[in-house]
């Protein structure tokens, strides 16, 4: 059974930094591209970032290009988040998801996901 476990979300003022990870088990982690999305209330769950199975590409939403990286440790099945700069405007609930096998690190649509964490809360305050 796969399973995805974020950590690191919380509370913090704009301009601040949060770094979340998301721990993979139940499938072979290094065959498969991950990606972070976000759901704030009352609005459509979006698409963060992506990269690639061995860790080579990475895709950004244009709302967090610069400011977000995306990365991977495969020997330790985990995937972050590194977040800076944050804004008022990036409170949601963070998800990281599994591609399917044939899923590109370019994926930017949850249905080329098949594998869902529980999601952690992000708070930024103005």
């Known amino acids: 059974q796969v399973r995805l476990v974020e950590s690191g979300g919380g509370l913090v003022q704009a301009g601040g930094s949060l770094r979340l990870s998301c721990a993979a088990s139940g499938r072979t982690f290094s065959n498969y591209a991950m990606g972070w999305f976000r759901q704030a209330p009352g609005k459509e769950r979006e698409f963060v970032a992506a990269?690639?199975?061995?860790?080579?590409?990475?895709y950004y939403a244009d709302s967090v290009k610069g400011r977000f990286t995306i990365s991977r440790v495969n020997a330790e099945n985990t995937v972050y988040l590194q977040m800076n700069s944050l804004k008022p405007e990036d409170t949601a609930v963070y998800y990281c998801?599994?591609?399917?096998?044939?899923?590109?690190?370019?994926?930017?649509?949850?249905?080329?996901?098949?594998?869902w964490g529980q999601g952690t809360q992000v708070t930024v305050s103005s």
């Open positions: 990269i690639s199975s061995d860790d080579s590409t990475t």
């Open positions: 998801a599994s591609g399917r096998p044939e899923t590109l690190p370019d994926s930017d649509y949850a249905y080329e996901y098949d594998y």
